[in-house]
Structure formats: structure tokens, C-alpha cells
Nanobody
Framework: QVQLVESGGGLVQAGGSLRLSCAAS????????MGWFRQAPGKEREFVAA????????FYADSVKGRFTISRDNAKNTVYLQMNSLKPDDTAVYYC?????????????????WGQGTQVTVSS
């Protein structure tokens, strides 16, 4: 398994931006599908975005499409989530996850390794 550490969360006003980072350990980062999930208070964890191993294809939840961008730098073992036009509904703990597979998936059970999460709070 790969170890994941998220950073970049914080408090931001509605309409603002944040960039989350997720640093991965190990030398096999480029073999993992990477994803971001989030969990708001009282709600189940939900898929946000995923990116293929090369970074050539990305996938998004409808709720964030057009506002969030996932990217990765395999040389730095890091995946990013750029979040723009943030809304109060985006408030959640954001988790980075890794999937040891060629095929992209969006379910929690499809990912093998998880970070500890980083809090994002959007004020109105």
C-alpha cells in the first residue's frame, strides 16, 4: 500500500479558491489511479474526482464539474485538487485515495489506500 498525506485545507469565503495536495510515499505512485473524496457532517463520504495513472484522463462528480480540477505530478508523487468558486455546500473533510488498478472507479470500496483527511470550510 501507499501512504498518503493531504494538506492545503482551511477556511475560505464563498467564491474563493483552495488547492489541496496529497503527497504519496513509495516509488510506485505512477501505477495508482488517484482520487479525491469528501465527507460533510452527517453525510456519507462521496466521490469528488479521479485521475488516471498518466494524468491523461480525469473524472468528476456532477456537483464539482467545472469548478474543481484534479491533476498529478508523478515526478513529485503528488496529486492536487484545485477548487474554485467554492460554495458552503463544499464544506467537508477531503480525503485523498489511491487505487492499485489500471481501471478508474468512483466507489469508496474500489480504493485501497486513504489519507487522514483535510478540513475545508467555506463560509457564506
Amino acid at each position: 500500500q501507499v501512504q498518503l498525506v493531504e494538506s492545503g485545507g482551511g477556511l475560505v469565503q464563498a467564491g474563493g479558491s483552495l488547492r489541496l495536495s496529497c503527497a504519496a510515499s513509495g516509488r510506485t505512485f505512477s501505477t495508482y489511479i488517484m482520487g479525491w473524496f469528501r465527507q460533510a457532517p452527517g453525510k456519507e463520504r462521496e466521490f469528488v474526482a479521479a485521475i488516471t495513472r498518466s494524468g491523461g484522463n480525469t473524472f468528476y462528480a456532477d456537483s464539482v464539474k467545472g469548478r474543481f480540477t484534479i491533476s498529478r505530478d508523478n515526478a513529485k508523487n503528488t496529486v492536487y485538487l484545485q477548487m474554485n468558486s467554492l460554495k458552503p455546500d463544499d464544506t467537508a473533510v477531503y480525503y485523498c485515495a489511491a487505487r492499485a488498478s489500471f481501471w478508474v472507479a468512483t466507489g469508496q470500496a474500489d480504493f485501497d489506500s486513504w489519507g487522514q483527511g483535510t478540513q475545508v470550510t467555506v463560509s457564506s
